[in-house]
């Protein structure tokens, strides 16, 4: 199935921690994703719409939006001529970090996710009945029962910040089990909201494995590994930028293409999107997934073409990285399954052009993403200033001018100021040390 010799030179790739762009040998272009996953999808938009009610009777900033998670889509010309991530066509950037409340891309699946788990206890308990208004949710009947349980979560930081957020907000208990790579502010602000914060040595998987090894009878695992709620929560996203790209006049078809570029971790969040958009655009959407070099799980995930799980360490990454989000060392296989046939492929970003591409969208767009955020900015510059990227296109029928390129930014906007202080200094350290560098090489 996977040309040995391609594969070999991937996995040299990747051993040594080059950046590279693999293209997936098992796309299907036209593959869409069967009734189950739309009916699932189907459903998630119908929760979100129907609890937008509650949420904004729950969170103060929701108010004047009517408890509607979503975030903009905004125009990133700027970046489209701006070396060295320049490339044709039309720049667009999905600004998730703007999610209300979390901050992050987590919380359309993780909020999704507590949403349907207090509507099935509330439904199970005769609080509410199918059609009732959810802000019953917040009332004292429903926080009484949700009081009796706990949620418990692994998260590396921006899941564990989503679901302990909403669950703490419902009355729920929660326990947030958090890897090493998580940041200290994701924890200090759920512990001041009451939240068990649980941290652990170890990486993300182990963290989700003790999360999952504590749970009790009447407690709930959010499951980031494996949760088919998650997954569809994300994949509501695919809707909204399809009306967004409809209000900014740019047409998705085989002549103006719809390139995506995503940050991935366990691949929740990017995978559920990529099922989305395939459901709404077929063969017009090209998704591309980002992933630190210390940490591409997916890549190696999709490229081995094993159906049982595959780790970073097998090929003696360690899975450290500035990108704490995207820190994770084996890829959910719940996920590499769905989209296996979907997925254009994969690009690989070291930390040092990570802080790069966080200065670079400071620079021109006037905001900070987190790191993980910014792995996504060099994928139109990896399909037009590579051997495999034009040939992509070329295989493709892309016509570089037409295509309208979408940079997704996952997180950021909670960062607080001393944090932000942090990544600006940094950033401008590791650029001014790769001028030095190339100058002495030249
Ligand atoms: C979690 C996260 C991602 C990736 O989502 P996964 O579901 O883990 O693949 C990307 N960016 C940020 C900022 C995140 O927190």
Known sequence: MTNSKDYSHIIDCLRTKSRCLWLNERLFPNCRPDQSILAGIADAGARFKRCEPLLAAVFNELGPTGGRIESPLTNAGKLAACSPVTAPG????KRDDLLPV???IKARGGFHEVLAYAEKLALDHGIINPTSDRRCLAEE????LFSAHKILVGSTGNLGLAIGTLSAALGFRSEVHMSADARQWK???LLARGVAVVEHQGDYSAAVATARSLMKESDYFVDDEASALLFYGYATAALELKMQLHAVG???DSQTPLLVYLPCGVGGAPGGITVGLKAIFGPDVHCFFAE?????CMLLQLCSGQTGPVSVAEIGLDNK???DGLAVGQASLFVAHRIQEMLAGVFTVSDDELYENMA???KHLGFLPEPSAAAGLRGPMWLNETEAGREYLRRHQIVPDHATHVIWTTGGSLVPELQRIHYRNTAEMKIRSLRSGLIART
């Open 90 to 93: 039309a720049w667009f950037i």
């Open 102 to 104: 979390a901050g992050s």
């Open 141 to 144: 009947a429903a926080r009484g």
């Open 187 to 189: 924890k200090d602000r």
């Open 250 to 252: 740019r047409k998705v």
């Open 292 to 296: 630190p070099v210390a940490s591409p």
């Open 321 to 323: 990285t500035e990108a």
């Open 360 to 362: 670079l969208v400071e």
